[in-house]
């Protein structure tokens, strides 16, 4: 939990993974590329001081990650957001599999989503099933810009698309995280696209859709889109990360968001291994708007909306009672393992400070 | 310059040839090369840092670039090779002028085809939608992200809303550092950059193209009802900060690959 101005923040980082790109995983030269490409990324907006060296990039493992996010308490949760990316990634860059063995090692701490791909019909129909079941799973992560065969990506508004949408509202699998990111296609429209998000969002109310990176470099298609579709939500990642040295970048599109979806729709996210939620969770709690922002804007990054941001929001979609959660905290796994009884109030109100 | 925006140097707004045009030297291709914009941005490759090392021999010239990342859609990249071609063959000393593109997954295409003429369609067939088609829509997000400043310049000079939206194309002129607008027999006044600016890309973008044309539109192409003017201001400024915010993940992007100084002070931008 966070203390900012005397209050408690409980916070869920609502993007992070457990990924492997080690070469002998490396199937395909978009492997290799794919992960430079995030180690740009990496290296773009950490600190120096902060930054890792490739190898452990490439490969972190579990007991590292669970040092990362609970080690100083930075984060509380975790939402799993899968990228299988398996024409790339011979086991997968970051499957549902390999998230669940820190997920079910800690699985207080974790909400842990799947994954579907419509290209993969029936098939992929049972899988989504098959995760279901296994792991009761709320939510999926959609890479839209997935390559498959002769295939360089999928839209969701597409009719297939719509097949395993259904699939999920039958199956009580509510949360649709949509990547909308850099594009890898020769190209063409999708370059711009957050559209698809539109029809998708309309055609299914009971379903939420998360857009990660807040659409980036579609921000305002994104948040015009939203401002119509109540069950959109924008996910920070990459624009969280603008905090190390483009602060008031960040303001700005925190303006943006907080304008048009209102401060009950924006969900942090660290993206982890891409930035460790250890140094940015401080950042971004303790980044400030610009008076200009401030009046241009008319919003503010307070204790209030800042509590939403950064858990409440992400609480509300995954069915998390935070205060049970605080309660469970005092003396799980976790808490003994880093010795954070007193951060959580164990013994009576000592971490009330 | 990070983040920071460019004011000149829009298409719009870029008219004047330098007076070095003649010169058979790098700074007559760099005045040339800074016309070039990285399209997702609006701003100019040369002020972005992508162009690497600038070779003339006689009356041939090799000019080199990288972008942020190698995921750079091929299609901005295309767009980038051909105008930086074009503008410095449009030199009339060069001959023929040579464009590579590094470190990108589709360098050797994006290269071979750019500089034997293909198109993009030639080089890209499983590519749904062209460059055309892609340029339209980067242009017109341009135009939005003007038109704000250009309608505040207004509202300041104390023109109502309703007249805003009713303004014609021809009620606008150019002179010197103002803009004239024509209001029922009465002239306004207003500084000439931020309308400059907004009609240059209106044009570009296909939109505003005759006197008879309405001079303001919504994002969508249209005329804007008077009552919903300060939602489109919003709009626009919304196209503004995408621009910048995705300009700020380049220029993060390509520092983390190259070095403060660009590809030209790198060693091994592979590395």
Redesign the interface.
């Known amino acids: 939990m966070y203390e900012m101005d005397g209050e408690e923040i409980f916070v869920i980082d609502g993007h992070v993974h457990l990924w492997d790109a080690r070469r002998e995983n490396i199937t395909h030269e978009?492997g290799e590329?794919f992960i430079?490409?995030f180690?740009?990324?990496?290296?773009?907006?950490t600190p120096e001081e902060k930054q890792w060296d490739m190898d452990e990039y490439r490969h972190y493992g579990a007991d590292r990650m669970a040092t990362d996010l609970f080690g100083n308490a930075a984060v509380d949760m975790a939402v799993f957001q899968p990228t299988y990316l398996t024409e790339f990634y011979d086991e997968g860059f970051n499957t549902t599999e390999q998230n669940a063995e820190l997920a079910e090692e800690y699985p207080e701490r974790f909400v842990l989503n799947g994954s579907f791909d419509p290209r993969d019909g029936e098939e992929g129909l049972r899988y989504l099933e098959h995760l279901k079941e296994e792991y009761d799973v709320p939510g999926v992560k959609l890479y839209t810009a997935a390559w498959r065969g002769?295939s360089?990506g999928w839209r969701l508004d597409s009719d297939d698309a719509f097949e395993f949408l259904e699939k999920c509202s039958d199956l009580g699998i509510e949360n649709i995280n949509a990547h909308k990111g850099?594009?890898?296609?020769?190209?063409?429209?999708d370059?711009?696209d957050v559209k698809d998000v539109d029809d998708a969002a309309s055609s299914f109310p009971e379903l939420n859709f998360i857009v990660n990176h807040v659409g980036?470099?579609?921000?305002?298609d994104f948040?015009?889109i939203a401002a119509q579709e109540p069950n959109v939500y924008g996910g920070l990642a990459?624009?969280s990360a603008?905090t190390t040295?483009?602060p008031?970048?960040f303001g700005?599109?925190m303006?943006?968001l907080l304008?048009?979806l209102g401060e009950d729709r924006v969900l942090f996210g660290s993206d982890y291994a891409l930035w460790n939620p250890d140094w940015l969770v401080d950042q971004v709690m303790n980044a400030e708007l610009t008076d200009e922002q401030r009046d241009?804007y008319g919003v503010e990054l307070d204790v209030d909306t800042m509590r939403k941001v950064m858990g409440e929001n992400a609480a509300r979609l995954y069915d998390i009672d935070i205060e049970e959660k605080k309660r469970q905290f005092r003396d799980d796994a976790v808490t003994e393992r880093f010795d954070l009884v007193d951060h959580y109030g164990g013994d009576a109100g000592a971490a009330a400070d | 310059m990070s983040g920071s925006r460019t004011d000149a140097g829009g298409t719009g707004a870029r008219d004047a040839v330098p007076d070095t045009a003649d010169d058979r030297d790098e700074a007559a291709v760099t005045a040339r090369l800074d016309r070039v914009e990285d399209p997702e941005l609006a701003r100019s490759i040369v002020e972005l840092d992508y162009v690497g090392t600038i070779e003339i021999d006689d009356d041939r010239v090799r000019v080199t670039f990288t972008l942020p990342t190698a995921w750079c859609s091929p299609a901005f990249a295309w767009m980038m090779a051909v105008d930086a071609r074009d503008e410095v063959e449009d030199l009339e000393w060069v001959r023929e002028a040579r464009v590579e593109l590094h470190d990108h997954m589709h360098a050797e295409e994006i290269t071979t085809g750019v500089n034997a003429g293909d198109t993009f369609g030639e080089t890209f067939p499983d590519a749904d939608g062209g460059v055309a088609e892609v340029r339209a829509t980067i242009a017109d997000k341009a135009r939005v992200s003007r038109q704000r400043e250009a309608i505040e310049a207004l509202l300041a000079a104390g023109v109502d809303p309703v007249q805003i939206v009713d303004l014609d194309r021809g009620d606008v002129s150019l002179d010197g550092d103002d803009a004239h607008v024509a209001l029922d027999g009465l002239s306004v006044v207003v500084d000439r950059e931020p309308v400059a600016d907004y009609l240059g890309r209106a044009e570009a973008s296909g939109h505003v193209t005759t006197d008879d044309d309405t001079l303001f539109l919504t994002p969508e192409g249209e005329p804007i009802p008077a009552d919903q003017l300060a939602l489109v201001q919003k709009r626009s400024r919304l196209a503004d900060v995408n621009m910048g915010g995705q300009g700020a993940v380049c220029d993060a992007l390509h520092r983390a690959r190259h070095g403060p100084n660009g590809p030209g002070e790198s060693g091994d931008p592979t590395a």
């Open positions: 978009g590329q430079q490409c180690y740009d990324y990496h290296t773009g907006f002769e360089k850099p594009t890898i296609r020769p190209l063409n429209r370059a711009f980036l470099p579609r921000l305002d948040c015009w990459v624009a603008m040295n483009r008031r970048k700005e599109i303006g943006e304008y048009w241009e």
